[in-house]
């Protein structure tokens, strides 16, 4: 009788939690695979071979690795805030000393099923050692200088093994998501505002270090037609087919700057090109659309959450994707240099999207366990 009970006690404990779901952030991050995955076949010419098979077995693995996160309860991921980061942290050390080499940069670890690139789990797991950190945290030790040291340092540690590797952009990211949790947690603007002058003052002094790849970057986004066959090749391109998409676009597997090979890459960091060439104007504000019903979930999800560090991890999560997106669709419109920022779970890349799903997991926990507190 009291195992029934208990037995009784548990399945009712799952379907609560199975009906705390959002549903809503659920569709939202389903189409954005759909859409994902539909695009992934056309950059393969409209046949399923290397790319689409392999997006959409990440998809899957990490679609239902995120539904399993939800049920975790969210006091498991304010317990390891300080060791997941710690562990990227150590992964980022063996990437440096051991990782694979590819195209000049040394980002990522053979596991023999993925290629991991720890900077992109950093991420997340910035986030998520920020947020523990400030969790219940007292308003007035908020701004001391030991606190914000403290911080600069979680920030400035990966920053700096990413940049060696080197990957400019994906440190710079990973700085924005704990930046993020900076300005949610309550630091003074103004701390914001002298870091804002101090990096325009020191720009000449940190263009001076920059590799020859990156100035090269820079000059391109400054005038594209300097080298029009060569750096600027790119950007041009894909400027040319956005443009061509027009406001209907040119219809399902019927681009030309894609089938006729004008764009390289377009897998990857450049695929809202493709996508925008395909379904034009129509099809690109559907696609902010999800993002942008994406991003409001998250945000309520924040909201609704009863612990301080749930609140904290929606929001500065929810802001880093709004800026993953921006900076993304800026760079392949020209407006702002390459920085190597793909789109989320629309590019094709395994890292990525396995640190966008772990998040998303995460948000749905948050949502899941709403009423639960941490001490």
């Known amino acids: 009788m009291y195992q029934h009970t208990r037995l009784?006690?548990?399945?009712?404990?799952?379907?609560?939690?199975?009906?705390?779901?959002?549903?809503?952030?659920?569709?939202?991050?389903?189409?954005?695979?759909?859409?994902?995955?539909?695009?992934?076949y056309s950059t393969d010419g409209g046949k399923i071979l290397f790319h689409t098979k392999s997006h959409f077995i990440k998809l899957i693995i990490f679609t239902l690795m995120m539904l399993f996160i939800s049920f975790i309860s969210i006091k498991f991921w304010f317990l390891i805030g300080y060791l997941s980061y710690l562990i990227v942290v150590g992964l980022l050390v063996w990437t440096y000393f051991f990782g694979v080499t590819s195209s000049g940069s040394q980002r990522w670890?053979?596991?023999?099923?993925?290629?991991?690139?720890?900077?992109?789990?950093?991420?997340?797991?910035?986030?998520?050692?920020?947020?523990?950190?400030?969790?219940?945290m007292k308003l007035e030790n908020v701004n001391s200088i030991y606190t914000i040291l403290t911080?600069?340092?979680?920030?400035?540690?990966?920053?700096?093994?990413?940049?060696?590797?080197?990957?400019?952009?994906t440190s710079l990211l990973i700085a924005i998501s704990g930046i993020a949790v900076l300005w949610f947690a309550g630091i003074n603007y103004?701390?914001?505002?002298?870091?804002?002058?101090?990096?325009?003052?020191?720009?000449?002094?940190?263009?001076?270090?920059?590799?020859?790849y990156q100035k090269l970057r820079v000059l391109t986004f400054l005038d594209p037609d300097r080298d029009p066959l060569g750096a600027g090749y790119q950007i041009i391109q894909s400027k040319i087919a956005v443009g061509s998409g027009g406001i209907l676009g040119k219809g399902f597997l019927k681009g030309t700057q894609s089938y006729l090979e004008f764009l390289p890459e377009k897998h990857t960091d450049f695929i809202f090109t493709l996508f925008s060439e395909e379904?034009?104007?129509?099809?690109?504000?559907?696609?902010?659309?999800?993002?942008?019903?994406?991003?409001?979930?998250?945000?309520?999800i924040g909201a609704s959450?009863?612990?301080?560090?749930?609140?904290?991890?929606?929001?500065?999560?929810?802001?880093?994707i709004f800026v993953y997106i921006t900076i993304?669709?800026?760079?392949?419109?020209?407006?702002?240099?390459?920085?190597?920022?793909?789109?989320?779970?629309?590019?094709?890349?395994?890292?990525?999207?396995?640190?966008?799903?772990?998040?998303?997991?995460?948000?749905?926990?948050?949502?899941?366990?709403?009423?639960?507190?941490i001490a």
């Open 279 to 300: 379904f034009g104007f129509v099809g690109s504000v559907f696609l902010l659309i999800i993002y942008a019903i994406t991003i409001y979930r998250i945000i309520i």
């Open 151 to 169: 911080s600069l340092i979680i920030i400035v540690l990966p920053m700096g093994l990413v940049i060696v590797q080197p990957d400019l952009g």
């Open 328 to 373: 993304n669709m800026s760079m392949v419109l020209g407006l702002l240099p390459i920085v190597g920022s793909p789109l989320p779970i629309m590019s094709y890349g395994g890292s990525s999207m396995l640190a966008t799903m772990i998040g998303f997991g995460i948000v749905m926990s948050a949502k899941v366990h709403n009423q639960q507190s």
């Open 190 to 212: 103004k701390y914001f505002i002298y870091t804002m002058l101090g990096f325009i003052i020191s720009m000449p002094f940190i263009i001076a270090f920059l590799k020859p």
């Open 109 to 136: 670890i053979d596991l023999y099923f993925i290629n991991l690139q720890p900077s992109e789990l950093m991420k997340i797991f910035i986030i998520l050692c920020l947020a523990r950190y400030f969790h219940r």
């Open 8 to 40: 009784t006690t548990n399945r009712l404990g799952f379907l609560q939690k199975f009906k705390n779901f959002d549903y809503i952030l659920l569709v939202c991050i389903l189409l954005l695979g759909f859409i994902s995955l539909t695009t992934m």
């Open 305 to 320: 959450s009863r612990s301080y560090f749930a609140k904290i991890f929606c929001y500065s999560f929810g802001a880093a």
